[in-house]
């Protein structure tokens, strides 16, 4: 079976002001890519008019591309929306469920959404106390799991994962600690442990690191623009 080449950029967070700066760097995407991952925060604010240039950044590239929405595109509260505006550009948008690319026969399966925060095993919130700590808590634990039975239900020949939140630390050294909590969950990595993966994925991290990996051995790689300092990472299956 041939080698996937999976190209993978997040924190792209563009506006009006870089209408058309990001294009020039995907010339040529087809020869080092078979599929773009776009890992979230593509806006600075949320706003419609900023997902537009998100839209016409991407659309109509020679190869499929996949996003999920970062905490940033979620900020004027205008998710759904947004969301509509890169299906129309041809974007597949996931939301904590998957899809599955036909390339040259291989089938490729991508899973995963936004992710959210609580920090990780041993230092991190736990769904005790007042509501709101419950509820911050719950959203990461319902989007893990929703994460589980989308992986499981995922039939691939070979499967990612692609989140805004980190499920690891290590690709969150450069970070002050006080903020990890704030930057991904464990319970993302353990949810893909239980039932593999290739490769996961994420951005949100931009004074992180490139490289980590799950507890159960899956590479992780922080694809946030300003850690890569490229166009988009390759990472190859
Ligand atoms: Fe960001
Ligand atoms: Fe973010």
Not at 197 to 218: F, M, R, S, W
Not at 228 to 233: K, P, S
């Amino acid at each position: 079976m041939r080698q996937l080449r999976i190209a993978a950029v997040g924190d792209v967070h563009l506006d009006e002001r870089l209408r058309g700066s990001y294009r020039k760097r995907l010339d040529g995407i087809e020869e080092h890519a078979d599929v773009l991952l776009l890992a979230g925060d593509l806006t600075r604010h949320g706003t419609l008019e900023e997902a537009a240039v998100v839209a016409d950044e991407f659309r109509d590239l020679p190869v499929p591309v996949v996003a999920v929405l970062g905490n940033h595109d979620h900020h004027s509260d205008r998710p759904a929306e947004i969301a509509a505006m890169l299906s129309d550009a041809g974007i597949t948008v996931l939301h904590d469920d998957a899809a599955v690319f036909d390339i040259d026969g291989v089938r490729l399966g991508v899973a995963g959404g936004k992710g959210f925060g609580g920090g990780y095993a041993g230092k991190c919130a736990s769904d005790f106390g007042e509501p709101e700590i419950k509820a911050f808590v719950g959203h990461t634990k319902r989007i893990a799991e929703r994460w589980r039975v989308a992986l499981k239900e995922l039939q691939a020949d070979r499967r990612v994962v692609l989140s805004h939140y980190s499920p690891v630390k290590d690709t969150l050294a450069g970070e002050p600690l006080e903020i990890y909590p704030f930057l991904g969950s464990y319970l993302l990595a353990e949810a893909v442990d239980a039932e593999g993966a290739d490769l996961i994925v994420h951005g949100h991290a931009h004074a992180g690191t490139e490289k980590g990996v799950t507890p159960g051995g899956i590479r992780v790689r922080n694809v946030a623009l300003p850690v890569l300092g490229r166009a988009y990472g390759v990472y190859c299956l």
